[in-house]
Each structure stands twice: as C-alpha cells, then as structure tokens.
C-alpha cells in the first residue's frame, strides 16, 4: 500500500500509523 507514496510521504504516513495502531492495541489491552 505504501508504495504506491514517495518514499519519504510512505515513511510519515508509516510512522503515523505505527504510532496510531500501538496506542489502540495498548487501549485494546488495558480495557481487556
């Protein structure tokens, strides 16, 4: 998916989500 950016737009938008899905997986685990 992240190909289809440039590459330093791929790394934002990576790193952007990365930090997204770790703060959800960690709100997912402290509720559960």
């Known amino acids: 998916v ?3 950016f440039p590459d ?3 790394q ?5 989500y990365q930090s997204f ?4 997986v960690e ?3 402290s509720e559960g």
């Open 27 to 29: 709100a997912v685990m």
């Open 12 to 16: 934002q938008i990576g790193g952007a």
């Open 21 to 24: 899905a770790t703060n959800v």
């Open 8 to 10: 330093s737009m791929a």
């Open 2 to 4: 992240f190909h289809v």
